[in-house]
């Protein structure tokens, strides 16, 4: 892990009344930079060369002579060859030189590598720099390490494919879209078996990808990604917040559940099983007796994080969750930074953290208040890893 003193001295070079919001221009990208404007931030987005357009011609912002914005949310743009250039020394000199606090995505870590991440990246990240390796599923201490030590519910772990025994989801990296999902689904080690070989014959998974997935019990039940955020700065009210909750939309899943089950049976028949590529979000509430758990989940989550990953949560986190028909929850997955479902709480907000705050609270809004805060209480060091 690079050392915190280098951290902190290159932000000593920074002129925080000039101070910048900056992030890797994807996952979530549009909702940092709409929240940073909103809270009178300038933005730079980190592009990659041929996924630009979105964000530096459709979303380039425009500003009168006084500096007001007029339109869109991006101000600046740093066009890179590829994402995980911005590793490159003189690109991070650069966004140093422009006064850039980063905001760490799925993507940035996904496509940078969590090594180069943890140790060659100087630019000071707003959040919790080794709490994102907790994410690389497998690892020693993922997430699924934390939500043991911290006594929260996760679905039953299926140790081999013969040990299968009910429906199981069966966790693994597609073969071909190496960020995306080739999960799938079973009932037994013969169903296993059969759908493993076509998806392998499909070219959606790797041959020997048992060694690196994630065997599961499939929890029954609606989907609900709960965006929280944790504030080490508060002070009067509650440092846990609830900003929003969302589900996916995932391709081709979402078309084979609008099949009738005579279809979808004849397409697995024919070895055409559905993928989980998340596609697109929606928005989502919950009922008011299943907050009080939700909440009881963050707080668990946020004190184990302080125990095995000092300091701790810092800003945005997701606890991603289903629901049984007894309504209780289990996580399947954490997002220890912005979610990718975020999105949906753009320049609107979200109910919940617009309850909260009186006005319209994305995340992405949350994240640049938080800065905000840190910089007039002179505490910017209290969110920066």
């Given amino acids: 892990?690079?050392?915190?003193e280098t951290i902190l001295s290159n932000l000593d070079g920074y002129d925080l009344k000039k101070a910048k919001v900056g992030v890797v221009a994807s996952h979530s990208a549009l909702d940092t930079c709409d929240g940073a404007v909103s809270e009178g931030f300038r933005t730079v987005a980190v592009c990659q060369n041929g996924r630009e357009d979105t964000f530096a011609r459709y979303y380039k912002s425009q500003r009168d002579a006084k500096g007001n914005l007029i339109r869109g949310v991006v101000d600046e743009t740093v066009l890179l060859n590829k994402f995980g250039d911005i590793m490159r020394p003189e690109v991070q000199e650069k966004l140093m030189k422009n006064n850039v606090l980063f905001i760490p995505n799925r993507s940035f870590v996904s496509y940078s590598g969590i090594d180069a991440v943890e140790n060659d990246f100087q630019v000071p990240l707003v959040g919790s720099r080794n709490l994102l390796r907790s994410e690389e599923r497998g690892d020693e201490k993922d997430y699924y390490w934390i939500l043991e030590r911290a006594g929260l519910p996760f679905p039953k772990k299926v140790e081999r494919p013969e040990d299968i025994d009910g429906l199981t989801i069966i966790k693994v990296h597609h073969k071909v879209k190496k960020l995306e999902r080739g999960f799938f689904t079973a009932q037994s080690y013969d169903q296993f078996v059969e759908k493993s070989e076509d998806l392998i014959k499909q070219g959606v998974i790797e041959p020997d990808f048992v060694k690196n997935?994630?065997?599961?019990?499939?929890?029954?039940?609606?989907?609900?990604?709960?965006?929280?955020?944790?504030?080490?700065?508060?002070?009067?009210?509650?440092?846990?917040?609830?900003?929003?909750?969302?589900?996916?939309?995932?391709?081709?899943?979402?078309?084979?559940?609008r099949l009738t089950g005579k279809q979808q049976v004849e397409l697995e028949n024919d070895g055409i099983l559905p993928e989980y590529t998340v596609c697109g979000h929606n928005s989502a509430t919950l009922r008011e007796s299943l907050l009080d758990k939700a909440f009881e989940m963050a707080e668990k989550y946020v004190e184990a994080t302080k125990k095995h990953y000092d300091p701790g949560m810092i800003g945005p986190f997701c606890l991603q969750t289903c629901v049984d028909k007894d309504l209780d929850f289990y996580i399947y997955d954490v997002?220890?930074?912005?979610g990718g479902g975020t999105n949906v709480h753009m320049a609107v907000g979200h109910p919940y953290g617009n309850?909260?705050?009186?006005?319209?609270?994305?995340?992405?809004?949350?994240?640049?208040?938080?800065?905000?805060k840190a910089i007039e209480q002179e505490r910017i060091e209290e969110i920066i890893t």
Avoid: H
């Fill in 213 to 257: 997935a994630r065997m599961e019990q499939y929890i029954i039940g609606p989907v609900f990604n709960l965006d929280f955020f944790y504030s080490p700065l508060e002070e009067k009210g509650e440092k846990i917040e609830l900003l929003g909750v969302d589900w996916r939309f995932e391709s081709s899943l979402d078309g084979f559940c």
């Fill in 355 to 372: 309850a909260l705050w009186r006005k319209e609270m994305s995340t992405g809004r949350r994240l640049s208040m938080e800065i905000r």
């Fill in 335 to 338: 997002a220890p930074r912005i």
């Fill in 1 to 4: 892990m690079i050392d915190r």
